[in-house]
């Protein structure tokens, strides 16, 4: 089976830096996602890996550790603006299809 | 342009009638998707075209419709749908692995409440 986890819901303070977790078991693996989705809102495209490191986009930070199925979402510098919900995806690939399964969320609250 | 577009944004209709989800892209994508999600749970797959030819189908009742009539182009009928298929209905597109990034891109949704 396939099983992504996510914390539900975090709270961190404005100005602070705040790292979401994401561990996957999954059959098969070809990189994953982090996007940021607001209520009621489209999910937005944050970062993807698919090799081990560290990518960093602005205040942006995305970790993967392939043999521990693990990466982590790190923001820093947190604005009110970032109260989102931030959902980690890993791609199955199958031949020229492509499908995400998707963790459950989790739930951001920046507060001043 | 990274844009997707999708119409209607809101949409009410009752149980006998037949509607359709429109989405375009003009990104050159060649993958095309319809999601469904519903309040605080994360997008949940139900098609996806590949080169305007259906490819994946997560077993999703035969009262959704997808076609794809053009590279740009995907519609979502629907007929007889059920109170519980309130809910966002997503359209994303990409590039088809291997050709180029793998990131999928977001239309702003279509809200359906069935009465």
């Known amino acids: 089976g396939q099983n992504i986890d996510q914390p539900t819901e975090m709270t961190a303070t404005e100005g602070a830096i705040v790292q979401i977790n994401c561990t996957y078991q999954?059959?098969?693996?070809?990189?994953l996602f982090w996007y940021q989705q607001h209520a009621g809102e489209a999910p937005t495209f944050l970062s993807y890996n698919v090799l081990d490191g560290l990518e960093e986009k602005g205040r942006f930070s995305s970790f993967l550790s392939r043999s521990k199925g693990y990466s982590y979402l790190l923001l820093k510098e947190l604005q009110m603006k970032d109260s989102a919900s931030y959902l980690c995806?890993?791609?199955?690939?199958?031949?020229?299809?492509?499908?995400?399964?998707w963790g459950l969320g989790t739930s951001l609250a920046v507060n001043p | 342009d990274t844009e997707v577009t999708q119409t209607p944004k809101h949409l009410v209709m009752g149980m006998t009638n037949k509607k359709s989800l429109k989405c375009e892209q003009h990104m050159g994508h060649r993958a095309m998707y319809w999601y469904k999600q519903k309040a605080k749970k994360p997008p949940e797959l139900m098609f996806v075209?590949?080169?305007?030819?259906?490819?994946i189908n997560e077993s999703v009742p035969s009262r959704f419709s997808p076609e794809c009539p053009n590279s740009s182009l995907l519609n979502l009928h629907l007929h007889a749908l059920q109170p519980e298929d309130s809910a966002l209905y997503l359209c994303?597109?990409?590039?088809?692995?291997?050709?180029?990034?793998?990131?999928?891109?977001f239309g702003p949704g279509t809200r359906l409440t069935v009465t």
């Open positions: 999954t059959s098969g693996f070809n990189g």
């Open positions: 075209y590949s080169y305007e030819k259906l490819s």
């Open positions: 995806a890993v791609i199955l690939n199958a031949g020229n299809n492509r499908k995400l399964i």
């Open positions: 994303a597109s990409s590039q088809i692995p291997g050709t180029g990034g793998y990131e999928q891109y």
